[in-house]
């Protein structure tokens, strides 16, 4: 589990950091009624060992889960970028996510315990949902299947100033050659995030680069912010 001190941190610094609302949950069999509320698992974690009522919300057996970050977009930066604190520590789930709000799932792969999950080596940029579905057999009398506790953003997309193309916290000459190797330049077509397009309208273009300029953030230090 993350330490209290990244955690106070990302609070102080992002204005959403935890799942905010509930797209679907289909309960297996043998939940306890005070761990069949899906919307325990939105917010923060509660960090309380055993966990009172309505706290945790347990999938059952087979159970699934499937959650919305509404206010933030979960991208790819340095190391695991979304964090599931599965509350029981050892139950499996097959792991989804998605960056249409859940209208199509990417597989993140299958974790036991709490889940690290690095969009980059799932060939994802970005996300805004996710799905568990648990893998049986499930244990917990009353809590059977996994427990999610809360899910945790660690980089998103509010995090880095337009031109830092790597998303590695620094506007430098790397993030332009990057951006200008995907040859989408005034190209006319869609580009991303890693591709140029900084200022969120689908191209790579001047604009773009004047975006970046802006910020008045080239060859400047890495902030905080932007390097968790």
């Given at each position: ?17 935890f ?13 306890a ?30 159970g ?16 695991w970028?979304?964090w ?25 792969g ?23 579905i ?95």
């Open positions: 589990m993350l330490g209290v001190e990244f955690l106070e941190q990302r609070r102080m610094l992002a204005g959403d950091m799942a905010d609302a509930v797209i679907e949950y289909l309960p297996g069999d043998g939940v009624e005070e761990h069949r509320n899906p919307a325990s698992a939105l917010g923060p974690p509660d960090g309380e060992s055993p966990h009172p009522p309505n706290t945790i919300v347990s999938l059952g057996e087979g699934r889960l499937s959650l919305l970050f509404v206010d933030e977009v979960i991208v790819d930066g340095r190391s970028d979304l599931v604190d599965e509350a029981g520590s050892s139950d499996t789930g097959y792991y989804y996510v998605s960056s249409d709000g859940g209208k199509t799932w990417h597989a993140a299958r974790f036991v315990g709490d889940a690290y999950i690095d969009l980059g080596r799932i060939g994802v940029s970005e996300i805004n949902a996710i799905r568990v648990d893998a049986p057999p499930s244990g917990g009398a009353d809590t059977p299947g996994v427990d999610i506790d809360a899910v945790v953003a660690r980089h998103v997309a509010s995090d880095y100033h337009p031109g830092d193309a790597d998303r590695n916290g620094r506007f430098d000459t790397a993030d332009i050659v990057q951006a200008l190797q995907a040859n989408k330049y005034d190209a006319g077509v869609n580009a991303t995030w890693g591709e140029g397009d900084w200022n969120d309208d689908g191209y790579f273009n001047r604009l773009d680069i004047v975006a970046a300029l802006e910020t008045g953030t080239y060859l400047q230090p890495v902030s905080f912010r932007n390097s968790l």
